[in-house]
């Protein structure tokens, strides 16, 4: 469901991810592996729209999403170029009707050049699907950004936790199913109907969503009241709350106990198999990713260096020169 | 292959070195004969006081990356210090035509103006913005905004909401010929006092022990204090040049218009600010850079009669910089992670 | 939707839990009756002596018109986390379009009603216009560039004569009407009063619905944490977008009322410093808390031009010297400096902090960290 293709992401001269190839089937379990410093979470971020990529392509379900950004400078120009006639308009009010009487006209045609301008400007910020094939058939293509991603179907969550810190589980989750939410600025000033029961069914579903992950009876604490490990599972709930296809977790079983990397693992199985969400996972847990993955990929200094079977990751040679070479993690 | 790569890579960098000469020199050689020598001097003038000011502003955020909302009042109040300085201290009531008196008391007042700023400057730093340096990065920008206010309001209650008349102690008289026109010696006094205050800045920061903290601790702060530097000290410092080049740029404000009001921070402040955006904040050379070009479009706006349209024509130019440029000409060193 | 659920007590806890429920009615009552008992108030001393009740009223009128100004600007800066430092702009804008829709100035005399809801989408439509290239800017650059637009604007109001007569402004505006049955005037402070704070309800109203709507959640979760909320789906600079809109509308009906009660609009009366003062009322009332910020503009409002103006008064009746050369109404500017300063060193939450802030401003918050 997931394909990419020659993904490179470059910081100055440091290169993060180089030339990664990767897919991963829909409905399986997926780990990326790796020494510190290997590029994984960049690859992550690659995938989730946070950074743009150097070079190469993700497609989800068939569709290319995300590739490095092209025509950046012929961006302005679609700004201006559609207020031009308005702005024209303007002018030729003020110079030829002039005088006192030009007063009206004047304002009024100012205004109609102002918004032009602002549709030029919110065009340019809601892209809807039309405006994106236009612009890219003058050469501008942007990758698709983290919020882009969400609506696809994908979802994260972050290797240190990343909740709304004051808000509490119940609205940590309601901000996560921001996606399937239609309320709008009217709407909310007038408290329509609509609203009212959207908003009274997302709380619902929000709750069940909480104890889905075994934080029942916790929705009104505060996000950073709740321990550690309560706090990775919130932010797993958060992250399934936009429904979505694939499901990216960066470490989640990083600092807990063994009793609560159990409990992650049978959590992320659940993922997959009640709610038919695919998963790809970064985790330096060995157990963990031996224990779930039906795939492995190895990064080592942003390069692929093997992928396959736990059981054929585990007896790899070159991974295990990776991690001995650095005399890290070779424990597990 | 390799040594091609190499060869035309250093000459690329020299061609990136001497962009900037060539692009200053360009953009005199172009406003001079548009704007007439009167008018030429006298934007350079305007653009040594910017630059001075924008020098603050350019270090000060490069270190703790605030912008020093107050600064451009810490110029204001500079430029009252001066005044009283040269009226009382010095007994000045106009100009001094004894030439080493002039010397002498230019000067001392030069040496006492700056003084007094940059001990202004490093107490504001420690009374208001010390306290905030780990808060959410608006507090400080508002309590900046909150001394800025403060500031103009003690100076307004001192001395008036009016404009006040500061000694011109360099005898605007004296003047020299070039090419058919009069240019006054006070110009090329204070360019030339300009100028220098900001060579010996970038010899401070490039070739001192305390510069190169300066440095470090723009670039990365928590490593530059693992490695032994004096975070405070070195914030402190920052505060205490900054400020003091502002004095500096209080006093030549006063000698070069003779006057000074309350409200002189709040805008020059802000235009001071655009030069520094414009070039490349937390770059010293851009700030000073920034100062002249924001000085010329000025001057160049009032010579064409749209004299009342420059600060509108400054502040879009900040706001398109702003936002299409924000690294402004020269680039900044401190890049945007994520 | 249902916010924490803390447990209501003491001794009016059924009416308090009643009014929680039902909130807008809450502050439609909570205003009539401050609406009322406050010209009473004014009637007993020490207040009757200070000013007739006529004035009084004239300034609770001018409090209210100040604190609607605050609670759109809390918008910004409390709920979204934008500090917007040009937000006098779109006041003036609104009071310019009132003033060009209903003066001498320009001959043309349109009502007032239909022009509040024009002076909203002025507003909306030049917070889109400023908002939409700044808000990816990072925050202080975005409080600069905002900055620079609040001083664009007055400048061009100045400068561009034809339009606007420059720095005379546009005097002479119409005053509000409902035909037949009451004409507003300015000898009589109340029905200005009445709309006034009916405004004010309604404002207060929206803002509260905004807060608890999704949109406001969103906003929160931007404010904590940006990539995390574009990381739930969040478009973030269409909801910073909304924001700017949202506060800018506010303003800009604000102007129109604003430029109806005082029937004159000039540059000079949305300089930095009102932009500024409903900073200082944002401030001290607790970024984020609507209520709070409310109170702080009427306190601020009513300490720079009641107390002040007594000191001034008080001075010059005892002839103090040096005292009374001293005009202390100057010192509103200085006040908000210090309201800025004292606030962000000593209780950056405010004196009623909205319950999301007291986390936020807890000290030391370390490093964000990088992105991992
Ligand atoms: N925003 C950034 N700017 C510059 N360099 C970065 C940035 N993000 C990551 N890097 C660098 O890219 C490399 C890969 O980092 P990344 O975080 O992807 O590694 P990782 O495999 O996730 O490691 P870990 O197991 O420690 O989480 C590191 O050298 C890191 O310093
Ligand atoms: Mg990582």
Redesign the interface.
Do not use: C
């Given at each position: 469901m997931l394909k990419a293709r020659g993904v490179t992401r470059k910081f100055g001269g440091l290169v993060a991810v180089n030339n990664v190839d990767f897919e991963i089937p829909r409905g399986s379990i997926s780990a990326i592996i790796g020494p510190n410093g290997a590029g994984k979470?960049t690859f992550f971020?690659v995938i989730?729209g946070?950074?743009a990529p150097t070079a190469g392509t993700i497609e989800l379900d068939g569709k290319k999403l995300i590739s490095p950004p092209t025509g950046a400078g012929r961006e302005?120009i679609l700004l201006v170029l559609p207020t031009i006639p308005f702005i024209a308009l303007a002018i030729y009010f003020l110079m030829a009707v002039g005088g006192d009487t030009g007063?009206?006209e004047?304002?009024a045609s100012v205004a109609v050049a102002?918004?032009g301008?602002?549709s030029a400007?919110?065009l340019?910020?809601?892209r809807p699907a039309w405006y994106n094939r236009f612009i890219k058939r003058i050469g501008v293509t942007r990758p698709a950004?983290?919020?882009d991603m969400?609506?696809a179907g994908l979802?994260?969550t972050?290797?240190?936790i990343?909740?709304?810190?004051?808000?509490?589980t119940l609205?940590n989750i309601?901000?996560?199913m921001?996606?399937h939410?239609r309320?709008?600025?009217l709407?909310?000033?007038f408290?329509t109907r609509q609203?009212r029961e959207e908003?009274?069914a997302a709380?619902q579903r929000a709750r069940e969503l909480l104890s889905f992950v075994d934080l029942a009876g916790m929705e009104?604490e505060?996000a950073?009241n709740l321990p550690y490990g309560k706090q990775r599972l919130l932010e797993i709930a958060?992250a399934i709350a936009?429904r979505p296809k694939l499901l990216l977790l960066?470490e989640p079983a990083a600092g807990m106990n063994p009793k609560e990397t159990e409990e992650m693992t049978a959590l992320i199985r659940r993922i997959r198999d009640d709610l038919g969400i695919t998963i790809l996972l970064i985790e330096h847990d060995m157990r963990v990713v031996m224990g779930i993955s039906d795939h492995i990929t190895v990064l080592d200094h942003g390069e692929k260096i093997a992928e396959g079977l736990p059981k054929e990751i585990r007896n790899n040679p070159k991974v295990i020169e990776a991690y001995l070479g650095r005399g890290a993690a070779a424990g597990h | 292959m390799a040594t091609a790569n190499v060869t035309s890579a250093s000459a690329g960098r020299l061609l990136g070195n001497l962009r900037l000469p060539i692009g200053i020199v360009l953009f005199l050689g172009i406003s001079l004969p548009i704007l007439g020598i009167d008018q030429f001097v006298n934007a350079l003038t305007l653009g040594a006081i910017y630059a001075l000011v924008a020098l603050g502003y350019t270090m000060v955020y490069g270190i703790i990356e605030l912008i020093n909302f107050a600064h451009g009042d810490v110029f204001m109040v500079g430029s009252f210090v001066a005044m009283f300085i040269s009226s009382s201290l010095l007994g000045a009531e106009g100009s001094i035509t004894n030439v080493p008196m002039l010397a002498a008391s230019v000067l001392l007042l030069f040496a006492l103006t700056i003084a007094v700023m940059a001990l202004i400057g490093a107490l504001i730093e420690r009374l208001a913005y010390r306290p905030l340096r780990r808060a959410p990065k608006l507090a400080p920008l508002i309590t900046a905004i909150g001394v800025s206010f403060i500031l103009q309001n003690i100076i307004q209650f001192f001395f008036g909401p009016t404009i006040v008349t500061v000694p011109q102690l360099v005898p605007i008289e004296w003047s020299i010929q070039v090419s058919g026109s009069r240019v006054p010696l006070l110009n090329i006094f204070v360019i030339g006092a300009s100028v220098a205050l900001m060579f010996a800045l970038q010899v401070f920061i490039s070739r001192t022990r305390t510069g190169r903290a300066m440095r470090t601790t723009s670039m990365d702060r928590d490593a530059s204090s693992l490695m032994g530097v004096d975070i405070n000290r070195t914030i402190m410092i920052t505060f205490l040049i900054g400020s003091g080049l502002a004095g500096a740029a209080g006093v030549v404000h006063g000698l070069y218009y003779g006057n000074t009001s309350f409200a002189l921070g709040f805008q020059s402040g802000l235009k001071a600010f655009t030069a520094a955006v414009l070039g490349g904040i937390g770059n010293t050379a851009g700030a000073a850079l920034g100062g002249f070009i924001i000085a010329f479009i000025e001057v160049g706006a009032s010579a064409f009669g749209y004299g009342r349209w420059g600060g509108a024509v400054v502040f879009s130019l900040l706001v398109i910089f702003l936002v299409?440029r924000p690294t402004g000409l020269l680039g900044s060193h401190s890049g945007d992670r994520? | 939707?249902t916010r924490?659920?803390d447990a209501v007590t003491g001794p009016f806890a059924p009416v308090r839990a009643f009014f929680r429920r039902h909130r807008s009615l809450g502050i439609f009552v909570g205003v009539a009756l401050l609406s009322i008992a406050l010209p009473l108030l004014t009637r007993v001393p020490p207040f009757d002596g200070i000013q007739s009740t006529n004035a009084w009223v004239n300034a609770f009128t001018t409090a209210a018109i100040y604190a609607m100004l605050a609670m759109g600007l809390n918008v910004v800066i409390g709920f979204a986390g934008l500090l917007d430092l040009g937000y006098a702009a779109f006041f003036a804008l609104g009071g310019y379009t009132y003033a060009?829709a209903a003066s001498p100035f320009?001959g043309?005399h349109l009502p007032f009603w239909p022009m509040l809801l024009a002076g909203g989408i002025v507003g909306a439509?030049?917070g889109?216009?400023l908002g939409?290239?700044t808000l990816r800017l990072r925050g202080d650059y975005l409080a600069i560039v905002t900055l620079g637009f609040g001083e664009i604007v007055p400048i061009t109001l100045m400068n561009a004569d034809?339009?606007t007569d420059g720095v005379n402004g546009i005097g002479g505006i119409d005053k509000p009407s409902i035909p037949g049955i009451l004409q507003f005037t300015l000898i009589n402070p109340w029905p200005m009063y009445g709309l006034v704070l009916v405004l004010f309800t309604l404002v207060m109203i929206?803002i509260y619905?905004?807060e608890?709507?999704?949109?406001?959640?969103?906003w929160?979760?931007i404010r904590?944490?940006e990539?995390?909320?574009?990381?739930?789906?969040?478009?973030?600079?269409?909801a910073k977008?909304?924001a700017f809109a949202?506060g800018a509308s506010i303003a800009g009906i604000v102007g129109v009322v604003n430029a109806a009660k005082i029937t004159i609009v000039t540059p000079d009366q949305f300089r930095f410093a009102v932009s500024i003062s409903a900073l200082a009322a944002v401030v001290l009332g607790g970024m984020g808390n609507t209520i709070g910020v409310a109170t702080g503009a009427f306190i601020i409002y009513l300490f720079q031009s009641i107390l002040l103006k007594q000191l001034n008064t008080l001075v010059e009746n005892f002839n103090i010297p040096v005292l009374n050369q001293i005009d202390f109404l100057e010192f509103q500017y200085v006040l908000y400096g210090i309201v800025l300063v004292l606030m962000m060193l000593k209780r950056p939450q405010g004196i009623f902090p909205a319950?999301?802030?007291?986390?936020?401003f807890a000290p030391l918050k370390i490093g964000k960290?990088g992105?991992?």
């Open positions: 979470t971020n989730a946070i950074y302005p007063l009206v004047g304002v102002l918004l301008f602002v400007l919110l340019n910020i809601v950004r983290p919020n969400v609506a979802a994260r972050f290797q240190n990343r909740l709304y810190k004051s808000l509490t609205e309601l901000v996560g921001h996606v939410l309320g709008t600025l709407g909310a000033l408290k609203v908003e009274a709380e009104n505060l950073s958060r936009s960066d | 299409f994520a | 939707m924490i659920a060009l320009s043309i439509i030049f889109v216009l939409a290239p034809k339009f929206m619905r905004l608890d709507s999704r949109l406001g959640r969103t929160d979760a904590e944490d990539l995390a909320a574009e990381s739930s789906g969040v478009n973030t600079v269409i977008l909304q949202v319950r999301r802030r007291m986390r936020e960290g992105l991992k």
